[in-house]
């Protein structure tokens, strides 16, 4: 949901977000950060798992201080609740802030995890139903528990109807974001993840992150990636495998991808998801264009390729949300968004 009762330095720690959960019932909630200016372009932040707004806190700050967009800070359950929910949160919060200020355009902001969240939320807004309904049991209490767009409908959690159209742009700013998951954990510790639903969907081959990128989305809605290099920052890796970490092998099979050859991906799904996560970059048509043209590239040469359509910069997993190159990055995003936005209308 959509709240107009900002926050401030003082309510972005993490018991400050329990506490608005606790209030709202545990779903996610939209609130401005600092005192509201319906004129103002739309900043939306969104933090990853095991996380909370404090972590975005310098973007926030640097956005209020420009006077140039609005910032939002989604808070929302990291850890207790499925990622298509929180998705689901955040596109009903989007739909109501379109209500306020007529034909938004939009700029998301999501670290890790929270890229996932944000993507969910895009599908909703764009196909509610793009979550299929399927079942799963609980083996503690041998129950079977049905989760899907229906349920989700039925309890007021999905949007009814696409409202995609109500925005005059959005673009989502995917900080680090594992887009391939991790590896299949064994039965007994999926066990004990009962509480711990994001965890379930974080896994590579959950329906998730499997179905994540099969809602085609409008033209007016552009995906960009950012990632953290740590090999720059002279730092070793701290996060989830992500297209910079790729090595030789696995660069091939990418480029053989771009090239046509879906079937060079394999049957693991952390390949199959890391690229449909490239192949939704507002880039990757120019970058397999450009490989079209020139051919299969070496290792060396496809990095830097890879690097143009996804920039790395410097820093860890957490401290690359105060890399002043980040800042540059969105503010160039800020100006471009709207500028495209204008000519398309």
Not at 33 to 42: A, F, K, L, W
Not at 79 to 93: E, H, N, V
Not at 194 to 207: C, I, K, L, Q, T
């Given at each position: 949901?959509?709240?107009?009762?900002?926050?401030?330095?003082?309510?972005?720690?993490?018991?400050?977000?329990?506490?608005?959960?606790?209030?709202?019932?545990?779903?996610?909630?939209?609130?401005?950060?600092?005192?509201?200016?319906?004129?103002?372009?739309?900043?939306?932040?969104?933090?990853?798992?095991?996380?909370?707004?404090?972590?975005?806190?310098?973007?926030?700050?640097?956005?209020?201080?420009?006077?140039?967009?609005?910032?939002?800070?989604?808070?929302?359950?990291?850890?207790?609740?499925?990622?298509?929910?929180?998705?689901?949160?955040?596109?009903?919060?989007?739909?109501?802030?379109?209500?306020?200020?007529?034909?938004?355009?939009?700029?998301i902001v999501a670290h890790s995890m929270g890229g996932i969240v944000a993507?969910?939320?895009?599908?909703?807004?764009?196909?509610?139903?793009?979550?299929?309904?399927?079942?799963?049991?609980?083996?503690?209490?041998?129950?079977?528990?049905?989760?899907?767009?229906?349920?989700?409908?039925?309890?007021g959690l999905r949007l009814e109807a696409a409202c995609v159209a109500d925005?005059?742009?959005?673009?989502?700013?995917?900080?680090?974001?594992?887009?391939?998951?991790?590896?299949?954990?064994?039965?007994?510790?999926?066990?004990?993840?009962?509480?711990?639903?994001?965890?379930?969907?974080?896994?590579?081959?959950?329906?998730?992150?499997?179905?994540?990128?099969?809602?085609?989305?409008?033209?007016?809605?552009?995906?960009?990636?950012?990632?953290?290099?740590?090999?720059?920052?002279?730092?070793?890796?701290?996060?989830?495998?992500?297209?910079?970490?790729?090595?030789?092998?696995?660069?091939?099979?990418?480029?053989?991808?771009?090239?046509?050859?879906?079937?060079?991906?394999?049957?693991?799904?952390?390949?199959?998801?890391?690229?449909?996560a490239l192949a939704a970059e507002r880039s990757f048509a120019a970058l397999?264009?450009?490989?079209?043209?020139?051919?299969?590239?070496?290792?060396?040469?496809?990095?830097?390729?890879?690097?143009?359509?996804?920039?790395?910069?410097?820093?860890?997993?957490?401290?690359?949300?105060?890399?002043?190159?980040?800042?540059?990055?969105?503010?160039?995003?800020?100006?471009?968004?709207?500028?495209?936005?204008?000519?398309?209308?």
């Open positions: 949901m959509l709240s107009l009762d900002p926050l401030g330095p003082d309510d972005l720690g993490e018991s400050r977000e329990q506490a608005l959960l606790a209030a709202h019932g545990g779903r996610g909630v939209l609130a401005p950060y600092g005192r509201v200016n319906p004129r103002m372009r739309p900043l939306v932040l969104v933090h990853g798992i095991k996380g909370h707004p404090g972590e975005l806190r310098a973007l926030a700050e640097r956005a209020r201080s420009g006077g140039e967009v609005q910032p939002y800070l989604f808070v929302y359950d990291d850890i207790g609740r499925y990622l298509d929910r929180s998705g689901d949160d955040l596109a009903r919060a989007l739909a109501e802030l379109a209500c306020h200020a007529p034909r938004p355009e939009v700029v993507r969910c939320a895009l599908n909703s807004l764009t196909d509610p139903r793009w979550f299929p309904l399927f079942s799963h049991r609980r083996l503690r209490r041998g129950k079977i528990r049905v989760r899907g767009s229906a349920e989700a409908v039925r309890d925005f005059a742009a959005v673009d989502l700013l995917a900080v680090d974001t594992p887009w391939a998951g991790f590896a299949d954990p064994r039965l007994d510790l999926r066990q004990l993840w009962r509480r711990e639903r994001a965890w379930v969907d974080m896994v590579s081959n959950s329906v998730v992150l499997t179905r994540l990128h099969a809602t085609a989305l409008p033209a007016h809605v552009r995906i960009h990636h950012v990632e953290a290099d740590q090999r720059a920052a002279g730092l070793a890796d701290d996060k989830i495998r992500t297209l910079g970490d790729l090595d030789d092998v696995d660069l091939l099979r990418l480029q053989r991808a771009i090239l046509g050859d879906r079937s060079a991906l394999g049957d693991d799904p952390r390949h199959r998801n890391l690229f449909a397999a264009a450009d490989l079209r043209a020139r051919g299969t590239l070496g290792p060396a040469a496809f990095r830097a390729e890879l690097r143009r359509a996804v920039p790395r910069l410097a820093g860890s997993h957490g401290s690359v949300l105060r890399n002043t190159a980040l800042f540059a990055l969105l503010d160039e995003l800020v100006r471009r968004g709207a500028t495209e936005a204008r000519r398309q209308a």
